[in-house]
C-alpha cells in the first residue's frame, strides 16, 4: 500500500477534508464491499495487517488509527492480525487476542500508546524491523510467543489458560475474516462497519482517509 508522504504533517492538512466529499466515493474505486461481511461490527474500524508488513509497521510507528480516532471519536477502533501471513500467524493471533482481550478488561481503547495491543504491536514490529528477528523461521514458537509475553508482562500459562475461555475462542474466530480481506490488496486493509474496505489507491493522504472512512461509516 501507497504510504503517506510527508506522514508527520498530518494536524497541518486537515483543512483539506472539504475537498474529498461523498460524492468522491464509489464502489470499486474508492472502496469495495466485502463479499464475507465481519459481522457485528457496527461503527467500526479495523485495520487488518501483519507484524512483518513493512507498511504496516509505518502506519504503527505514525499510529494512523489513533489520529483517525482524534478526528473520528464515535467509531470503535481495532487491529485484526492475518494468521496466513508470516512464520507465526498462528501465535500471533493468539498473542494478540489476549491483548485484545486484556484492554477490553481494562477498558483501554487499543489505538491507546498503553494499551496491550499497542505494546505487542510496537515489540514485534521492533523485533521483527529492527533487530532483524525471525525466530527460527518458524522453528522456534516459543521465542516468538516470549516477544509478546514480555510486552504484556505475562506468562505462557496466563496465555494458555485464556486460549480455553470463549473469549478466545470468539476474539480467533472474528480474526480469520482477515485471511480473506488481506488477499484484496495485502496489509495493511482498513475496513467500515465491517463491510467497506478501502482501497489502496484511495488513501492519496491522511484527510483523504479519514473523510473516506467518515463517509462509509455513514452508510
Known sequence: MKIFSKIVKFSTITVFLVAFNANALTEGKEYIVLNSPIPNVPNSVIE???????????????NTLEKIKEKLPNLNYSFYPVRSMGDYGKQANEIFAFASFKDKEK????TDKNSFTYKVSDAYFNAYFKKKERWGNGKNPEAFYEVGLKAMNVSKNDLENFLK????????????????????????????????????????????LIKAIEELSKL
Open 48 to 62: 487488518v495487517f501483519s507484524y512483518r508488513c513493512t507498511h504496516c509497521y509505518d502506519h504503527h510507528k505514525f
Open 165 to 208: 475461555t470463549d473469549e478466545a475462542n470468539q476474539i480467533l474466530k472474528s480474526y480469520e475474516y482477515a485471511n480473506d480481506i488481506s488477499k484484496n490488496y495485502g496489509t495493511p486493509g482498513f475496513v467500515v462497519n465491517g463491510k467497506y474496505q478501502i482501497t489502496p489507491q484511495a488513501i492519496t493522504s491522511p484527510q483523504a
Open 107 to 110: 477498558n483501554i481503547d487499543q
